[in-house]
């Protein structure tokens, strides 16, 4: 190592805090960063495992109809066709309650054709011929992997209770299956079970779900489709995990970037501590440079020194995000089930990919945010070496310059945001010089209110109040960094909690309109926005004819896949009541509803964006009598999906699909006082047996409100963990802040102040920092909020929101920035009153 | 040989501005020994920031061995500086995480010598603190770490030593040992050496004594120096 990379190291070594502190904020970033991404990942993966496990070695599925497969035509395809490498296959999930309502997926299969499909049915201990055996004869038998059983404390011969589509259900364990470690993860979390078995417990009688296929070549794809009734479609096995991928895309974005938001406060820290390195060392860089080192030769001492911090940080940092995914992977597992799909996450599948994006991110962003001061640092002139002063002059003739910067940068950051693109990258990266360029009028800001603060403290404090703010000036491009660290960090907070308040509201409106009616019962269902459970239809004539109701809604949910994308098709039977609870963008209400009972179809906001939709625009939906042209008659607001809803009239919707059954039924009662009575007589219906839940407005409205909120926990978590991030940041800025002015502060004890008064000034000029952050997060919050808001959820989901600025969130927030202020400040008070005034005096 | 002709160079202050050095020719000779008086102000750091290509001159040529330096980058007046000046400064700047051999080291390393060991001891033995290599500055008093100061500026072995105010952060008897120092280092080995002081202990050393004023360089002879 050359003497100047010693000298580099051996500096951060001398200020061990500095480094531990920096290198930590990095370390968060990063350890979010990952963590989101492994949790991200491992969802995805344990989704795909759960459909690998069920797909086996299935090179296509057979999709029927809404209403799945007959029987009749699987027995064709094998009995006539001669098709031999074919396999019928049924799924559903199973909840067991006592396990931490641990979710399996329940597939029934043929015994008989399983051997070219699922390995692990195919093992010699495993055959039919062995333990399998016992499935063909017991029905409602099932097999499970011997770990799945072992975690739940059963071995064959025992049984459990479950509960399938809302009913309660008692397996049998006949067989365990061997774990090998191909096999493992694909058999996690799966119940076998035979398919007569199955069609009775998923309530599918003589119907499957799909045909899994081996195919040797194209053509005898093309024999086969050939003997399926036409409306049929043959999947390539893997579609359904690429569109679940693909449904997950914008939320495991919109985490992504929250985190990136950790990483961004954390590069603030780098350029902080970066900065106050160059800004204590310019004598010494002076001197370097006086005695023949390059400019180039600085540059690199700095990003050398930057890069350790980095590589510390990000070390840190990959080894918190194994720990904290395990955190987070609950809470994304969880709203991925509330508003996606079914998954049970139980692994941790960490890739190269992820480590190397992760580090690579960590130290590109330290090199990033290390360029400036290293710039800086290598345009010190050999002069400064003689000087011992003027170092700020240098910015304060800058402040006009940097405020007209910033300005051009904030609006340079309006401009890529109002690019037209669909892209969200796009529009995070716009933020990037909109947060850059409010950072460069903190000192615009900070001369600003010095002005105002000046002559106040003055009156109120004497002396030490004076030189408390105007130490804000002296040590502007130090004070500044540290303000604009916390400000931004504040900001975050303000930004993220106001969209998600909006959002909140936003929703809560669109609850209070959309849920018009007093009572709603549907199936239950394992995933809060889904209904995959289906009523009978005849319960909503015998809903209709309960005294005391005055009118009923129903709805059928769909789900359509159709060119690798899923379609949610909802079929309503709304009466005229229930079109008060829908709001169009656009057009005539009346006109609209006029031609939705024609036949047209109706668009949520969201999925008009995803399609590129408008009134009058064409959508072609797979029906179960083969593809077929709507008219689109308006799009409605909506927050239910993300992914978007397709309505269309339930008659129509009869004409072209097979699907039986309703979804939901909602119903007006005559009066408030009725409505517990009708309730019960609901409950009291006969329902052919299946579970039915009915629930009154405000249990829905609650329960919508809770998914929501649940939803938005990781992100409320992220956020916090950015205060932390920043609080770090001021910490350390405040403490390099004092321990610069140590010299000036051992001048003023010499002169007489007591250490209570020294202990003052710092405290006092550490307030005015975090009422200053405070004063600048707010515009700033709430510009990040409309971004958000106006911006980043309309290209990510294409949903409208009203943006609300929240009076408590903008107090808390300016609260949080003076706390956090203070406190940072206690520690280098305390440490700068007790100093003895000889050291402090005493040069390095 | 060090050449300045016609050189001028003013600092502007807001809307003022103040020349500190006016139309300057001087010419030193090879292992000469210059000594600079002049008031707070008169430019006398700023002369050896032009001579040391530091600081450009706004109009004029410097000379360095017959090199116009004022006609080359910021690198390539570097790299002369690197090969041809060692700097002593009046608040020793010492690199404070490095150690006295490693401050030691790092010019001869900035030159491209690598085996340094011999050159440094010998150096410290020259300037009498041949234990002292594994402290560090702040470790030292200040007498000691403008002697490793002196050190460093002649490590590499350079034509040119420029010393601004050496002994003005040291006591008397301290900055007599210096002024014994430089006598015996840079003297005594026919360097070049200007240097700003003012102290008057000094014009011993002295080939010449110069007074700036006004931007002007005037020759004192060595009688009105001590008066």
């Known amino acids: 190592m050359d003497s100047l990379t010693k000298s580099a190291v051996r500096n951060l070594f001398r200020h061990p805090w500095q480094f531990v502190l920096s290198a930590l904020g990095i370390a968060v970033g990063v350890a979010l960063v990952v963590s989101i991404d492994i949790a991200g990942h491992s969802s995805s993966k344990a989704f795909s495992l759960s459909m690998d496990a069920v797909a086996g070695k299935a090179t296509h599925h057979i999709i029927g109809t809404s209403e799945g497969i007959p029987d009749s035509v699987y027995r064709n395809l094998r009995v006539n066709g001669g098709f031999r490498n074919t396999a019928p296959v049924i799924e559903t999930y199973a909840s067991i309650p006592g396990a931490n309502r641990r979710i399996f997926k329940l597939i029934g299969v043929d015994f008989f054709a399983e051997r070219p499909f699922r390995d692990y049915l195919s093992d010699a201990g495993s055959s039919v011929d062995g333990e399998l055996k016992l499935l063909l004869t017991r029905p409602k038998s099932v097999a499970a992997s011997e770990q799945s059983l072992k975690e739940l404390g059963v071995s064959p011969g025992d049984s459990i209770v479950v509960l399938i589509n809302g009913a309660e259900q008692t397996l049998h364990i006949s067989a365990s299956l061997s774990v090998s470690e191909s096999n493992r993860a694909a058999l996690e979390n799966l119940l076998i079970t035979d398919i007569a078995s199955a069609q009775e417990l998923a309530g599918k009688p003589g119907r499957i779900d799909l045909i899994d296929v081996k195919a040797g070549d194209d053509r005898e794809l093309q024999k086969l489709k050939e003997f399926l009734p036409a409306d049929y479609e043959i999947q390539k096995s893997g579609a359904r995990s690429e569109t679940a991928d693909q449904m997950l895309e914008a939320f495991n974005i919109n985490l992504q970037s929250l985190s990136l938001l950790a990483l961004i406060v954390g590069l603030f820290l780098i350029y902080n501590t970066m900065t106050f390195s160059v800004v204590r060392r310019k004598t010494v860089i002076g001197t370097l440079r006086a005695i023949g080192v390059t400019s180039g030769g600085i540059y690199r001492m700095v990003l050398a020194e930057a890069l350790v911090i980095g590589a510390a940080g990000t070390v840190a940092g990959l080894i918190a995000a194994y720990f904290v995914s395990k955190v987070l992977i609950t809470f994304i597992s969880q709203s991925i089930n509330d508003l996606y799909y079914v998954v049970s996450v139980r692994e941790i599948h960490v890739t190269p990919l992820i480590i190397l994006k992760g580090a690579g991110l960590g130290l590109i962003a330290t090199l990033l945010s290390s360029l400036k001061p290293a710039h800086e640092a290598s345009r010190v002139h050999p002069r400064a070496a003689m000087m011992r002063s003027g170092q700020e002059s240098d910015l304060l003739a800058k402040i006009p310059k940097f405020g007209i910067t910033g300005l051009l940068l904030m609006l340079a950051g309006g401009i890529i945001l109002l690019i037209p693109s669909r892209n969200i990258w796009l529009s995070y990266f716009g933020i990037l010089p909109v947060i850059t360029g409010f950072a460069m009028l903190t000192p615009l800001v900070i001369t600003g209110l010095e002005k105002i603060f000046s002559p106040a403290l003055r009156s109120m404090f004497g002396i030490t109040g004076k030189i408390a703010s105007r130490s804000m000036i002296r040590n502007i491009s130090r004070t500044y960094i540290a303000v604009a660290a916390l400000a931004l960090a504040v900001a975050a907070t303000v930004g993220v909690g106001t969209m998600i308040s909006s959002f909140r509201d936003t929703v809560i409106e669109w609850l209070g309109s959309r849920l018009n009616a007093d009572i709603f019962v549907s199936a239950p269902n394992l995933i809060s926005r889904r209904n995959d459970v289906v009523l009978p239809d005849e319960l909503a004539d015998k809903i209709r004819g309960v005294n005391g109701v005055t009118g009923i809604n129903f709805y059928r949910e769909l789900e359509i896949y159709q060119d690798g994308k899923k379609i949610h098709l909802i079929s309503s039977g709304v009466s005229k009541r229930g079109f008060d609870g829908f709001e169009f963008k656009d057009g005539n209400p009346e006109e609209i509803w006029k031609e939705f009972t024609g036949g047209d179809i109706i668009v949520s906001e969201p999925f008009a964006y995803r399609y590129d939709l408008d009134a009058g625009s064409m959508l072609k939906l797979k029906t179960d009598k083969g593809m077929k042209d709507f008219r689109v008659a308006g799009v409605y607001y909506d927050y239910a999906s993300d992914q978007g809803l397709v309505a269309i009239y339930h008659n129509e919707f009869r004409k072209h699909w097979d699907a039986k059954g309703l979804s939901g039924i909602s119903a007006y009662a005559s009066d408030e006082g009725s409505i517990e009575r009708i309730k019960n007589d609901i409950q009291n219906l006969d329902t052919g047996g299946q579970k039915i839940l009915v629930r009154g407005y405000k249990f829905l409205r609650d329960t919508s409100i809770e998914v929501f909120d649940r939803t938005f926990l990781v992100a409320k978590a992220l956020q916090a963990l950015a205060v932390i991030v920043a609080f770090v940041g001021i910490f350390s800025s405040l403490m390099s802040l004092q321990l610069e002015r140590k010299k000036e502060l051992g001048i003023l004890r010499a002169n007489g102040l007591l250490p209570s008064q020294l202990f003052g000034i710092v405290s006092l000029q550490t307030l005015l920092m975090g009422i200053t952050a405070g004063i600048l997060a707010l515009p700033l919050g709430n510009l990040l909020a409309a971004i958000l808001v106006y911006i980043i959820n309309k290209r990510s989901f294409g949903w409208t929101m009203q943006f609300s600025a929240v009076p408590s969130i903008m107090t808390e927030a300016l609260i949080l920035a003076i706390v956090a202020a203070v406190l940072a400040g206690i520690y280098p008070g305390i440490r700068m009153s007790k100093t003895s005034p000889a050291n402090a005096l005493r040069e390095e | ?227």
Do not use: C
């Not at chain 2, 160079?9 to 030193?28: C, N």
């Not at chain 2, 300037?127 to 594994?134: E, H, I, K, N």
């Not at chain 2, 008897?173 to 026919?190: A, E, F, S, W, Y």
């Open chain 2, 1 to 227: 040989m060090i050449g300045l002709y016609g050189v001028s160079k003013s600092f502007t202050e807001g809307s003022s501005t103040h020349t500190v050095i006016r139309d300057l020719d001087l010419t030193i000779r090879e292992g000469e020994i210059v000594i600079l008086f002049g008031k707070s102000g008169s430019g006398k750091s700023t002369l050896l920031n032009l001579i040391s290509g530091i600081d450009l001159p706004d109009a004029g040529r410097v000379l360095i061995r017959e090199r116009d330096i004022t006609t080359l980058t910021e690198n390539e007046r570097t790299l002369i500086r690197r090969d041809n000046i060692g700097f002593i400064f009046q608040s020793f700047n010492l690199i404070p995480t490095l150690t006295v051999k490693e401050n030691l080291q790092l010019p001869l390393e900035l030159k491209g010598m690598k085996d340094s060991s011999e050159r440094i001891v010998s150096i410290l033995n020259e300037v009498g603190l041949p234990d002292r290599a594994s402290t560090y500055p702040d470790k030292l008093s200040g007498g000691e770490q403008q002697r490793i100061a002196i050190a460093r500026a002649l490590v590499h072995d350079p034509g040119i030593i420029l010393a601004d105010e050496p002994t003005g952060n040291l006591d008397y008897d301290t900055g007599l040992v210096i002024v014994d120092l430089l006598d015996r280092v840079v003297k005594q080995k026919g360097k070049t050496m200007i240097m700003v002081t003012h102290s008057k202990d000094v014009i011993g050393l002295a080939d010449r004594i110069l007074s700036l004023r006004e931007g002007k360089i005037t020759e004192l002879k060595t009688d009105s120096a001590i008066g």
